[in-house]
C-alpha cells in the first residue's frame, strides 16, 4: 500500500518547534487528502493491522493524544488542562463514559462510597447519596468534564497507534465507524484510557448454538422486565453477575447462576461502615495478607458461615484484596443477592458442560432449564488490538510494570486506568501522567506552549447520549 507523503514527519522532533502545526491553522493548512480506505476491522469483530492504512485526513495535535473518554481519559485530560497542558481525547462511541451510559444496567450504583469514587479536582455534589446511582455519577462526569473543558472528539475508534521513531512521534489512526473516514492524529505523548472493560468476555460454550433462547452479555441488560417469569441461566458471579440475578428476582423472573470457582463475597458494609473503608484504614497498620484474612473473618460473622454451603465457596489462594490487585477479580460487595440465594429466589449451580436447545447440562451431570442466557463473564481490555511495536503492555493488555509504576511507559507512552483498583486508581494515575507530560510540556521551548486547549483542533461538541440516541 502507499504510503502518502509527509515529508514533515521526517524531521527530528527537535524540530518541531519550528513547525507550523504550531498555529491553530496548522490542521487544516495540513489535513490532506487521501483515497479513502474503509474497513477498519474485520467481520468478526477481530481488529486487522491497519497501521499501513492511508488515512483520509492527518492532524496535528500539540499535547498528548488520549485514546478513551471514559472516567481514566476525562480525568487526564483535566489533570493536563489544570496544568496548562491541552490534549486531545478521542473515543470510539459518541458519548463520554460510555461504559456508563451505553454498557450498564439501570439499577447500578457506584458500589464503594463515593469518596473514593471521585475523579481529581472536584468532589461529588454534597447532596449525592453515600453510593451515587449510575445517573448521578454520568451526570457529575459530565459537570467534571464541562467544567474542566475536556470535550472529546467522538465516532473516533483508534485502530492503530504506533510510535514513528524516525520522527520521535506518536502517529494514532482512529476510524469513524460511520462514514469510514480515517484520521491519523500526530503528536509527541500518547496516553492509553481505554480501560479494562473495554470488550466483553464472551465464553466459548459447548454447543451455544443449539440453545433455543436469547444469549446476551449483561453489557446489554437495562432491567429483568423483559424477563418476567422466565428462567434465566445467569453465567458468571461477579458483582454484575449477583447484581442481575438480584435484579430478575425483583423482576418476577427465576434466576440460576453458574458459580464455577470459588468466589469471595463481602458485605458492603458492616454496621453502616464500608467494608472498603475498613480495609483501607487497616492497610495503614497491617499488610494486605492480614487485612484480608480479618475481611474474611469479618464477613464471616455479618454475612453468616454458610456461604461454601450454598455453593460460594471461597478462592482456595488468595484473599479478596489480594486477588483483586493480582488478578483483577474483583470480590463481591453484597447489596442483597445473597439473601435471596438463601431464600432460594437464586439457585446456585455449577459450571456448564454444554449447552441445549432448552437449558444447560452441568458439570456434575444435573440438567437447569432456561429460556434465557446472560453472560456476566466479564471484560478485557483491548489495547494489544490496536497499540503496535510496543512491549509495555502484556498480551493481556495491562501494563507490565506492576503497581503503582504502570503509568509511564516508553517515548512518551502512558497509561491510565490499569491498576485494577477502580476508580481511585485511574485518579492516581491521571495525577501523576498530567504531572509528568506538564513538566516536559514547558521545559521544551516556549513556542511549543500553549496555555489553553485552543491550539488543539476544535473539538466536536459534547452530545450526552441520551441525545445522541433521538
Ligand atoms: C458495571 C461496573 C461498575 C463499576 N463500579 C465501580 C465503582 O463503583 N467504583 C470503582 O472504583 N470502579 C468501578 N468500576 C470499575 C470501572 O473500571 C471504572 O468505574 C471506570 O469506568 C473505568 O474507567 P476507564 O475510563 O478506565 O474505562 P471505561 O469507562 O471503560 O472507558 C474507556 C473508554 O475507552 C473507549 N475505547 C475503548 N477502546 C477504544 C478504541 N480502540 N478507540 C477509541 N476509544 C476506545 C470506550 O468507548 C470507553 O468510553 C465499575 C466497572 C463496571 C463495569
Ligand atoms: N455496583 C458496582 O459498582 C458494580 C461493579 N462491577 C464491576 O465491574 C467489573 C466487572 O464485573 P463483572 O462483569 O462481574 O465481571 P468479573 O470479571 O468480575 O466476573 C466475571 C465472572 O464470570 C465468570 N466466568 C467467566 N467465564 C466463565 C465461564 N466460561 N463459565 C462460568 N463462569 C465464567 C468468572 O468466574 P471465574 O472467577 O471463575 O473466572 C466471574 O465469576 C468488576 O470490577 C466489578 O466489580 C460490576 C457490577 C456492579
Ligand atoms: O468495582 C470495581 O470494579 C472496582 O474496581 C472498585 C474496587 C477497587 N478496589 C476494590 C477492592 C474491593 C472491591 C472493589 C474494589
Same mark, same amino acid.
Given at each position: 500500500m502507499n504510503l502518502p507523503h509527509r515529508?514533515?514527519?521526517?524531521?527530528? !522532533?527537535?524540530?518541531?518547534?519550528?513547525?507550523?502545526?504550531?498555529? !491553530?491553522l496548522f490542521l487544516f493548512l495540513f489535513s490532506v487528502d487521501h483515497p479513502l480506505v474503509p474497513a477498519t476491522a474485520s467481520s468478526d469483530g477481530v481488529y486487522i493491522d491497519t497501521c499501513m492504512m492511508a488515512a483520509s485526513r492527518t492532524m496535528w495535535v500539540n499535547g498528548p493524544i488520549i485514546v478513551g473518554a471514559g472516567p481514566a481519559g476525562i480525568a487526564a485530560a483535566a489533570c493536563l488542562h489544570t496544568r496548562g497542558v491541552p490534549s486531545v481525547v478521542l473515543d470510539?462511541?459518541?458519548?463520554?463514559a460510555s461504559l456508563w451510559q451505553r454498557r450498564t444496567y439501570d439499577r447500578l450504583r457506584l458500589h464503594l462510597p463515593k469518596h473514593f469514587c471521585q475523579l481529581p479536582g472536584m468532589p461529588f455534589p454534597d447532596h449525592y447519596p453515600e453510593y451515587p446511582s449510575k445517573h448521578q455519577f454520568v451526570a457529575y462526569l459530565e459537570s467534571y468534564a464541562a467544567a474542566f473543558h475536556v470535550r472529546p472528539r467522538f465516532r473516533q475508534s483508534v485502530v492503530c497507534a504506533r510510535f514513528d521513531s524516525a520522527a520521535g512521534l506518536w502517529r494514532v489512526q482512529a476510524s469513524d465507524d460511520d462514514t469510514g473516514v480515517v484520521t491519523e492524529y500526530i503528536g509527541r505523548w500518547l496516553v492509553v484510557a481505554t480501560g479494562e472493560n473495554a470488550e466483553r468476555v464472551i465464553p466459548d460454550l459447548d454447543g451455544a448454538d443449539a440453545f433455543k433462547g436469547p444469549v446476551s452479555h449483561v453489557s446489554e441488560y437495562k432491567s429483568g422486565e423483559p424477563y418476567r417469569g422466565k428462567r434465566v441461566l445467569v453465567v458468571g458471579c461477579g458483582n454484575s453477575g449477583m447484581e442481575v440475578c438480584l435484579d430478575l428476582c425483583d423482576h418476577g423472573a427465576r434466576p440460576s447462576m453458574v458459580v464455577r470457582d470459588g468466589v469471595h463475597v463481602l458485605p458492603r458494609e458492616m454496621l453502616g461502615v464500608a467494608t472498603f473503608s475498613v480495609a483501607v484504614f487497616l492497610l495503614r497498620f497491617l499488610p494486605l495478607r492480614l487485612v484480608d484474612r480479618l475481611l474474611v473473618l469479618l464477613a464471616g460473622l455479618f454475612l453468616g458461615g454458610d456461604l461454601a454451603r450454598l455453593g460460594l465457596r471461597r478462592p482456595s489462594h488468595g484473599g479478596p484484596l489480594e486477588l483483586k490487585n493480582s488478578k483483577g477479580r474483583t470480590p463481591v460487595l453484597d447489596i442483597g443477592a445473597l439473601e435471596k440465594i438463601r431464600a432460594g429466589e437464586i439457585k446456585i449451580v455449577p459450571g456448564v458442560r454444554r449447552m441445549e436447545a432448552g437449558g444447560a447440562e452441568l458439570v456434575d451431570g444435573r440438567f437447569v432449564a432456561a429460556d434465557a442466557v446472560i453472560l456476566a463473564t466479564g471484560y478485557h481490555s483491548n489495547v494489544p488490538q490496536w497499540l503496535k511495536g510496543s512491549d509495555f503492555f502484556s498480551g493481556e493488555g495491562y501494563p507490565k510494570v506492576e503497581f503503582p509504576e504502570g503509568w509511564k511507559g516508553e517515548s512518551g507512552l502512558y497509561s491510565v486506568?490499569?491498576?485494577?483498583?477502580g476508580l481511585a486508581g485511574l485518579s492516581l494515575d491521571a495525577v501523576r501522567v498530567a504531572s509528568d507530560i506538564a513538566a516536559e510540556y514547558h521545559t521544551t521551548s516556549p513556542s511549543t506552549r500553549s496555555s489553553s486547549s485552543s491550539m488543539v483542533p476544535q473539538p466536536t461538541q459534547l452530545v450526552p447520549c441520551s441525545q445522541a440516541e433521538t
Open positions: 515529508p514533515y514527519l521526517r524531521r527530528p !522532533p527537535l524540530l518541531l518547534p519550528q513547525l507550523p502545526s504550531l498555529h !491553530p470510539r462511541d459518541d458519548c463520554l486506568g490499569f491498576t485494577r483498583r
